[in-house]
T-cell receptor, first 112, second 114 residues
C-alpha cells in the first residue's frame, strides 16, 4: 500500500514569487507520481506526471517537479506564480496497479 | 460532451433518504473511478470499474454505499439511508486504462445531508 503526505496545507505567495509544494510518499514498490490541480469550482486536472526516465518533469502552466527516490519526494515548483495559479494542488501516487492515492491537498493563494 | 459529466452538481437531502449520483465517462474510456472529497481532506478512493472485470469495491465505507456501471459506460453511485457524515463532494473519473494512466475528472456532485 502507498500513502502520500503533503507537508503544507496552505501556501500564501505573492505574485511573481517562486513557489514550492512539498510531497512525500511511502511505498514498498516502484511508483508513478502525479500532481493534479483543482481551480475554484472546477474538476481536477493533471499538471504533470512521472512514470519513468528523467527525474525532472515539466508540466503545464510552467510547473515542474522532481522525483527523488532516495528522499521519496516529488516536490512541485514554479519559478514565478500568477494570480491565476490560485488553486488547490494534489499530489498522488500509484504503484503497479490502477489505484491512485491522493494527499490531503495544498491550497495556494497568490496575492498581488 | 468531451469530458466526464456528473449529475446532479448539487444535492441536498435529509438524513435517512437514499441518493443516486450519476457519472457519464469519456467515450471509449474503459476505467471508471469514484472518489470522495471531504472538506480539508484528500480524495478518498471508493470504487473502480475496469471493462467487464469485477469492480474493486474496497474503498466503499459501508454497505450503505453501492455502485454499478451499465454497459461499460454510465455509472451510478447509490447511498442508502444517508447520514450527515456522507456530506462531501463525490468525484468521478475515467481513464483509458493501463498502469500509470491519467485520470480525467468530472466536476463532482456536492452532497449535503441535513
Amino acid at each position: 500500500a502507498q500513502s502520500v503526505t503533503q507537508l503544507d496545507s496552505q501556501v500564501p505567495v505573492f505574485e511573481e514569487a517562486p513557489v514550492e509544494l512539498r510531497c512525500n510518499y511511502s511505498s514498498s514498490v516502484s511508483v508513478y507520481l502525479f500532481w493534479y490541480v483543482q481551480y475554484p469550482n472546477q474538476g481536477l486536472q493533471l499538471l504533470l506526471k512521472y512514470l519513468s526516465g528523467s527525474t525532472l518533469v515539466k508540466g503545464i502552466n510552467g510547473f515542474e517537479a522532481e522525483f527523488n527516490k532516495s528522499q521519496t519526494s516529488f516536490h512541485l515548483r514554479k519559478p514565478s506564480v500568477h494570480i491565476s495559479d490560485t488553486a488547490e494542488y494534489f499530489c498522488a501516487v500509484s504503484s503497479n496497479d490502477y489505484k491512485l492515492s491522493f494527499g490531503a491537498g495544498t491550497t495556494v493563494t497568490v496575492r498581488a | 460532451g468531451a469530458g466526464v459529466s456528473q449529475s446532479p452538481s448539487n444535492k441536498v437531502t435529509e438524513k435517512g433518504k437514499d441518493v443516486e449520483l450519476r457519472c457519464d465517462p469519456i467515450s471509449g474510456h474503459t476505467a471508471l473511478y469514484w472518489y470522495r472529497q471531504s472538506l480539508g481532506q484528500g480524495l478518498e478512493f471508493l470504487i473502480y470499474f475496469q471493462g467487464n472485470s469485477a469492480p474493486d469495491k474496497s474503498g466503499l465505507p459501508s454497505d450503505r454505499f453501492s455502485a454499478e456501471r451499465t454497459g461499460g459506460s454510465v455509472s451510478t453511485l447509490t447511498i442508502q439511508r444517508t447520514q450527515q457524515e456522507d456530506s462531501a463532494v463525490y468525484l468521478c473519473a475515467s481513464s483509458p486504462g493501463g498502469t500509470g494512466g491519467q485520470l480525467f475528472f468530472g466536476e463532482g456532485s456536492r452532497l449535503t445531508v441535513l
